[in-house]
């Protein structure tokens, strides 16, 4: 059974010191029994798209930086502060620290317009144990005029040994044939910058050292990053009403070529995101209309 709902209200966008700071305070080293099944919401009401903001994003990520409405990946970078604000939360499974983002789900109903007063509400939804880790999901919902406009899913994943496992990490089919849907480079020294706009800084994105510490390589993107690029590439960014399944396998560093492989049907678009020369997958995507 869940405890009492924690429910945390913004009426701005959060910061990340202040997001840190409370993760720090708050860290739970151990899954306790209370926390399996976390009842946590955080919401920010009639929130205003920021133009600064807006211009930093498309500057980022090579968009035009004027049009009357959002990019449809653009709601991430709002609800991903209060994602962290709840995975930072001392009613959390564990510390923020420990967690990565495998997979994620976007639907957008319409297009946004950037001028439209909208309601963000994110929420823990569900748990599950899996072979070498635990999983949690958060729902996230963007609402215009009391309509829902675009949701997500995040799932998080700590790596552990929690018991015997209750689900196995879900996949997409592997691609069996595959042709080149495009390209594009990912330059160097982007990450910190990126980390302010996104709302995910999680040092893994811009401190090689804290990257090594992590067992990677070198710093990383975001994958929220990747994945607006690549919707580029795809020339998709324009459609109305979409939902993108994306699942993160491993990294993609910076000062890299990044390609696209996959199957164009007419309506959808199942494609996997390569790092450089690396034969495995970075992410795997399938893109539908509806």
């Not at 994958?223 to 994306?246: G, M, N, Q, T, Y």
């Amino acid at each position: 059974m869940k405890d009492s709902r924690v429910l945390l209200s913004f009426r701005k966008r959060p910061g990340a010191l202040a997001t840190i700071a409370r993760a720090v305070l708050g860290a739970s080293m151990s899954l306790k029994e209370g926390d399996r099944d976390p009842n946590i919401r955080a919401q920010w009401e009639n929130a205003h798209v920021d133009s600064a903001h807006l211009k930093a994003f498309a500057s980022c990520c090579n968009l035009p930086d004027e049009s009357e409405y959002l990019h449809p990946m653009y709601p991430l970078t709002l609800v991903f502060p209060l994602i962290m604000r709840i995975l930072g939360h001392k009613k959390a499974p564990f510390m923020v620290f420990r967690t990565l983002n495998t997979r994620l789900q976007v639907v957008s109903h319409r297009r946004i317009g950037v001028n439209e007063v909208l309601d963000l509400a994110c929420e823990t939804d569900a748990t599950r144990i899996v072979p070498k880790g635990f999983e949690l999901d958060v729902r996230s919902v963007v609402q215009a005029d009391h309509a829902i406009v675009w949701a997500s899913i995040h799932t998080f994943y700590y790596r552990g040994n929690f018991g015997a496992a209750d689900s196995q990490a879900s996949e997409l089919p592997s691609l069996q044939e595959s042709q080149s849907l495009g390209s594009w480079y990912l330059p160097n020294r982007i990450g910190f910058r990126f980390a302010g706009i996104s709302g995910d800084s999680n040092g893994i994105h811009y401190s090689g050292w804290y990257a090594r510490r992590m067992g990677f390589n070198r710093a990383f993107a975001q994958p929220i990053l990747v994945l607006i690029r690549s919707l580029s590439c795809l020339e998709v960014a324009d459609k109305p009403s979409f939902r993108l399944d994306a699942y993160l396998k491993e990294p993609v560093y910076y000062n890299s070529n990044v390609f696209l492989r996959g199957i164009a049907g007419s309506t959808s678009i199942h494609f996997d995101i390569y790092c450089e020369d690396n034969p495995r997958p970075s992410l795997c995507c399938q893109y539908t209309e509806m």
